[in-house]
């Protein structure tokens, strides 16, 4: 037996073979990775749960048969994630606190993140009506499932999470070059993160998993901060949304208003005459306030406005 790395799990996967192979890694015991024909290579982990043997005459509990969990696929599930949940499993039964049956849904049965987000999509972002379900299908079937789809969501752990982070995060050019942009990005990575943290969450929620605990959370420290953008016109945009609204339309003064004082629609929309200091007005418009407030009295408009 020898102690496996990413290295010579990556050799075997090449190699050509007829039957299934068991190759075994002398770190954690019982813990081997099952390897056919193809590239595909399933985690595999013997153990036996303390108590379920019966008692010694010693009074010392036994352990009972040998059961076999599969804990995942290989590379989705990566070494030091394979390590680590057998380790949990393996100090589980030793304890005796978990019944086999348990161990296995855990492990390997349940709800795959493939189907998780087949509900998910059903029976949440659809049903919702949310028009963010476009960005959420893309993040599932551009970044997620091919990276988790086929991992239980009840073993799903923050390794795995760390992994599909660092992976999306690395732009790589699109198949189809027509479109010119490429897949990944920090942006990218956080909105698969996002996504599939609220999904892991809403499947906690309606009882759909065994785990309580959401694995996505509080990931985001392994991103960059998010920085808030600052949109700024060029002056050739300020004078062309100027003359474009010299056109005569109903609110050409308004977008006037706007590049000229930097507020927003819904701020100029509601502001009221009580906020502009006329004091500070420049001489040549020294007409203004009386010409306004002349011009709404006669038409019975509310002269504040």
Request: with cysteine; hydrophobic share 40%.
């Amino acid at each position: 037996m020898t102690r496996l790395n990413d290295t010579a799990l990556e050799a075997e996967l090449k190699k050509a073979r007829e039957t299934q192979e068991e190759i075994v890694d002398s770190a954690v015991p019982g813990l081997a990775v099952r390897v056919g024909r193809g590239p595909a290579a399933t985690w595999s982990l013997v153990l036996r749960v303390r108590g379920e043997g019966g008692v010694s005459r010693r009074c010392f509990e036994r352990k009972g048969r040998r059961y076999r969990l599969s804990l995942g696929r290989y590379p989705a599930m990566s070494l030091a994630a394979a390590r680590a949940r057998a380790y949990e499993f393996l100090a589980r039964a030793s304890a005796g606190e978990s019944r086999v049956i348990a161990l296995e849904r855990a492990a390997a049965g349940g709800l795959t993140v493939e189907a998780l987000a087949k509900r998910f999509l059903t029976d949440y972002a659809r049903s919702k009506n949310l028009r963010s379900i476009r960005k959420y299908e893309q993040a599932i079937a551009t970044h997620i499932l091919p990276r988790l789809g086929e991992v239980s969501v009840d073993a799903l752990d923050r390794e795995q999470i760390r992994s599909l982070i660092r992976q999306v995060r690395v732009p790589r050019p699109r198949l189809d070059t027509k479109r010119g942009r490429a897949h990944g990005g920090i942006e990218a990575a956080r909105r698969a993160l996002g996504v599939l943290r609220l999904m892991v969450g809403w499947a906690i929620d309606e009882r759909l998993v065994n785990r309580e605990d959401n694995p996505a959370s509080r990931m985001e420290r392994h991103l960059p901060k998010k920085r808030k953008a600052d949109r700024v016109l060029s002056i050739d945009k300020v004078r062309a949304v100027w003359r474009a609204a010299d056109s005569g339309f109903a609110f050409d003064n308004h977008a006037r208003l706007m590049l000229l004082t930097g507020c927003r629609a819904g701020e100029l929309a509601r502001a009221r005459w009580p906020w502009v200091d006329f004091e500070s007005r420049a001489p040549e418009y020294s007409g203004v306030r009386t010409a306004r407030r002349t011009a709404g009295a006669g038409s019975g408009g509310d002269s504040r406005e």
